[in-house]
């Protein structure tokens, strides 16, 4: 769920979600000027990203102006040196705010001073096209964070040995290959060629995607 901006949460157990991490559905891409207009209208999960500890004071300012947005937070208990309990807020998901709003309202969002941009789907960002979420998703990531006893960590899902993989970006986006190795911060990748064999080289996790 481009450089996908890093969450964290407090130690405790992770739990994966396709919401940040991602993986997301892109918008539709439909044929006719009247379904186009349809789809623009229709309100959508979208991700604005913003400034590390200013998630809560966007959602704030959004929601002053009428816009209607949620930021992946978790209450906890905190004491005090004084002993005094105090219930505070976690952000979960940082540096991003979940704006519920149709295509033309976000394209007015942008443009707030507040807002660096609109997370894009890394399988079509060279497209251009903003990543949005599932309503099912928000809903399970909301009743979560509102009903767990324990800290909620959201984490990406990695890559294994033996994963079927697509690289979406640079000059080899399109290709398909199998994950061999996944030590340090680069993927070895196989690449079958057929008679001549295979070719393999390193790439970036972030420039690969699971292959359906």
Not at 68 to 85: E, F, N, P, W
Request: with cysteine; net charge positive; proline share 5%.
């Amino acid at each position: 769920m481009v450089a996908d901006p890093a969450t964290s949460s407090p130690a405790g157990t992770a739990i994966p979600l396709t919401a940040n991490s991602a993986q997301v559905e892109a918008v539709d891409k439909v044929p006719s000027t009247h379904s186009v207009n349809a789809v623009d209208q229709a309100c959508r999960w979208y991700i604005a990203v913003v400034n590390n500890n200013s998630e809560k004071s966007v959602r704030d300012k959004l929601t002053a102006l009428g816009h209607t947005c949620y930021v992946a937070t978790q209450s906890y208990v905190r004491v005090l040196r004084s002993g005094r309990r105090v219930r505070s807020e976690q952000v979960v998901i940082r540096a991003a705010v979940f704006v519920h709003c149709s295509e033309p309202e976000r394209r007015r969002i942008v443009a707030y001073p507040f807002i660096k941009r609109f997370m894009t789907d890394r399988a079509v960002c060279a497209k251009g096209r903003p990543a949005t979420v599932p309503e099912r998703e928000m809903q399970t990531l909301r009743f979560i964070l509102g009903n767990s006893d324990s800290p909620v960590s959201i984490i990406d899902r990695p890559l294994r040995r033996g994963d079927r993989v697509r690289i979406v970006r640079g000059g080899l986006r399109g290709l398909e290959g199998e994950i061999l190795d996944t030590t340090g911060g680069d993927s070895e990748l196989l690449i079958e060629l057929s008679v001549l064999g295979c070719a393999l080289l390193r790439i970036s996790r972030l420039n690969v995607e699971a292959a359906v």
